[in-house]
């Protein structure tokens, strides 16, 4: 009896060695069947892209729900099969500009229809029109003829007062007064300029001839006794006028010589000179007007002077 219970002590003892080493070597799983079988073990490449695919995930502020049924066994194909579900679900780029947070803490995506934003259209510059109409330099006082180069009637305006109305592509003469400011209007498009002042005109008198108490009438009325010079911005808007009596060329444009053409003879001289006292003096007048500008008027007066016939 002895020696029996001597053996099923050293057969216990074996059996109880051998579940220590499988427990230790396998889990606590004891059916002597491998725990995972080595053809469905998932590789460290597919676990490594799976925790790479979660980050990426987390990083966004979305928080997968993963529901996984613990009584089920799942092979390598089940999980390809879910990770592909995931994609699936996963938001396009333009809806994940849609997170809305909830909570300081917490994050989930409103899931809406992406609506595209709304192009406006491009508007297209009017060619007849120009966004601002280009007017001329002009000057109070003048008559100037000017083309209405657009589609649409360019109105001129005065100092609000209406001075043309120019068709398309057509020509006008506009005369402009004393307004200050022109305005050119096209349709809706404006250009507001400042007239320009008119220039008074200016009388030069050069004295070329014999003169004084020494020269003789004939000698003074025999050649030129002054050359008169005319000046100004708008030469053709001047009228000219002499008054006295003299004798007046044109030798260029507002450029005048003035003779002296008074007595004849020495008869009439000495009637003419009797009870007067030397030397003698005969006087004649230019007037220039501006026939566009009524306060435009200038008057200059010289003086031929000598002592004997």
Not at 38 to 58: G, N, P
Request: with cysteine; charged share 25%; hydrophobic share 35%.
């Amino acid at each position: 009896m002895r020696g029996t219970r001597d053996v099923k002590f050293v057969i216990y003892q074996v059996l109880y060695i051998f579940v220590v080493c499988v427990i230790a070597l396998k889990g606590a799983d004891i059916n002597l069947e491998e725990v995972i079988d080595v053809k469905k073990v998932v590789e460290r490449s597919y676990a490594d892209s799976l925790k790479r695919f979660i980050d990426s995930i987390l990083s966004l502020g979305l928080v997968p729900q993963i529901s996984i049924d613990t009584t089920k066994q799942f092979t390598l194909e089940d999980l390809q099969k879910a990770i592909a579900e995931v994609k699936k679900e996963m938001p396009s780029p333009e809806e994940r500009k849609m997170l809305v947070a909830l909570q300081p803490d917490e994050m989930v995506v409103k899931k809406s229809e992406y609506v595209p934003p709304k192009v406006e259209p491009e508007l297209k510059e009017s060619k007849d029109i120009q966004a601002k109409v280009q007017g001329v330099q002009l000057t109070q006082y003048t008559v100037n003829k000017i083309t209405n180069p657009y589609n649409g009637t360019l109105e001129i305006l005065g100092d609000g007062k209406l001075l043309a109305s120019i068709p398309p592509k057509q020509s006008a003469t506009v005369k402009i007064g004393g307004e200050s400011k022109l305005t050119f209007k096209v349709g809706d498009a404006i250009d507001v300029v400042s007239t320009k002042e008119n220039q008074l005109p200016q009388i030069t008198l050069q004295k070329v001839g014999p003169s004084g108490e020494d020269a003789s009438l004939r000698s003074v009325q025999g050649s030129v006794g002054y050359r008169v010079i005319i000046t100004d911005d708008f030469p053709s808007n001047l009228e000219v006028s002499f008054s006295g009596p003299v004798i007046t060329k044109q030798v260029d444009k507002n450029v005048f010589d003035v003779t002296l053409n008074f007595l004849q003879s020495e008869t009439a001289f000495d009637a003419w000179s009797k009870n007067k006292s030397a030397p003698y003096k005969v006087t004649f007048s230019v007037t220039v007007k501006d026939k566009y500008a009524p306060n435009h008027t200038t008057t200059r007066s010289g003086t031929f002077t000598f002592g004997k016939w």
